[in-house]
């Protein structure tokens, strides 16, 4: 096909020559852009889509989450609607770089790698909580904050 691919490519060339949106061709292009704002609204929101599945395709290797067990993207993107974006823990909002998956039961004690026993969590609470289950956390913060009011 590529003289289909020719013709697209002269078409386009012509549309911008003419001002109009590359994609459509019925729009007027934004200033200095060659798309009109329908399409690149299109296009943008493809990009936030392709970039959101990514995201939880990296995150789906199975390697961090235990051994040769795999979560898939889907599972993890189905984590993340129903927590809405925040933090299991904390109920804070959760970015790419700040979140990571935590086994609700840990690993080390036997938690299974599965829909039921995960949740996203800011990346700190994740590393403060290490093999302790939740119980166990909240004691050692209720300890910590008590020690630190008892000396000041």
């Known amino acids: ?9 002269r078409r386009r060339v012509r549309r911008a020559f003419q001002g109009i949106c590359i994609l ?11 798309h009109c704002v329908a399409c ?6 493809k990009m936030r889509e392709y970039y959101e599945k ?9 390697t961090s989450l235990g051994g040769d067990r795999v979560v898939t993207a ?6 993340w609607k129903k927590q809405k974006g925040l933090c299991a823990l904390t109920g804070q909002r959760l970015t790419r770089l ?14 299974e790698v599965s829909k039921e026993n995960l949740r996203w969590v800011l990346k700190s609470v994740n590393r403060a909580k290490q093999t302790m289950t939740d119980a166990e956390l ?15």
Do not use: W
């Not at 459509?24 to 060659?34: F, N, Q």
């Not at 690149?40 to 929101?45: F, H, T, Y």
């Not at 889907?74 to 984590?79: D, G, V």
């Open 138 to 152: 909240i004691t050692l913060c209720k300890q910590i904050v008590e020690f630190n009011e008892a000396k000041n």
């Open 40 to 45: 690149a609204d299109l296009i943008n929101k």
């Open 24 to 34: 459509c061709g019925k729009h007027p292009a934004r200033l200095k852009r060659k």
């Open 74 to 79: 889907k599972i993890l993107a189905f984590l």
């Open 54 to 62: 990514r995201f939880f395709y990296r995150r789906a290797g199975g």
């Open 98 to 111: 700040n979140s990571e998956v935590d086994h609700i039961i840990p690993f080390s004690k036997g938690g």
């Open 1 to 9: 096909m590529p003289g289909n691919s020719a013709e697209q490519s």
